[in-house]
């Protein structure tokens, strides 16, 4: 079975600085990797995806996240962030061939000007 | 194009009473799943239907039920609903399962269900 721990439940960071959102993923098989975003009131939008090749994944709203085998981790990165990136994030894995996504608890990304 | 669409947006019941959501795929995507997000937390994955079968089932109990229609919409039905059963639905749709020739999942804004 997988799962998917994000390691922060809250993470304040002031408008322009660099953040970094960390995920850590269990699974016995090959797994493929999502970081979704959620604004107040909405459904999730897929910021980016790791299903092979190049480790390090762009994504939109330039954000990016690498993929790390050996640690089992997936952390998301931008390197200034908007008061716009307001929002809850969410890290999850599935195995290929399936929508079942296992999703992480959640990080709250809180953007002061 | 119109993205997923479910319906209602928000919806309240009472505790023993059944409730039905719906939900349209973006036009030609033929994989749906639902999905329960609790205040908090992150979706817990109930259902898959890919072409009419169902391709997978969560850790829920029986009173959730879920079926896909010949145009690939689908409803989630819940029975003899419990305040605990209060949150937001989401479905999410595919045009196939991830993984294939790099598809990706697409959500809807979700159906927001409170149980008195």
């Known amino acids: 079975a997988q799962s998917v721990t994000q390691l922060d439940s809250q993470v304040p960071v002031f408008e322009e600085a660099p953040v970094e959102l960390r995920c850590n993923y269990s699974s016995s098989v090959s797994v493929y990797l999502f970081w979704y975003v959620q604004y107040p009131n909405q459904g999730l939008q897929l910021l980016l995806k790791?299903?092979?090749?190049?480790?390090l994944v762009k994504g939109i709203n330039g954000f990016e996240a690498e993929f790390n085998k050996s640690q089992t981790s997936f952390h998301l990165r931008k390197p200034s962030v908007h008061i716009s990136d307001t929002a809850e994030y969410f890290c999850a894995v599935t195995k290929p061939y399936t929508d079942k996504l296992i999703f992480g608890t959640g990080t709250r990304l809180q953007v002061f000007p | 194009d119109a993205g997923v669409t479910q319906s209602p947006t928000h919806l309240i019941k009472t505790r023993g009473q059944h409730v039905t959501l719906r939900c349209s795929p973006i036009s030609g995507h033929k994989s749906v799943s639902w999905y329960q997000q609790v205040l908090g937390q992150g979706p817990q994955f109930i259902f898959q239907?890919?072409?009419?079968?169902?391709?997978g089932r969560g850790n829920f109990p029986d009173r959730f039920s879920a079926r896909q229609f010949p145009n690939y919409s689908s409803e989630l039905n819940v029975n003899a609903l419990l305040l605990g059963d209060s949150a937001l639905y989401l479905c999410?749709?595919?045009?196939?399962?991830?993984?294939?020739?790099?598809?990706?999942?697409?959500f809807g804004s979700g159906t927001q269900l409170s149980v008195l």
């Open positions: 239907y890919y072409e009419k079968e169902e391709r």
């Open positions: 999410a749709s595919s045009f196939r399962l991830l993984g294939q020739d790099n598809e990706k999942l697409f």
């Open positions: 790791y299903l092979s090749g190049s480790t």
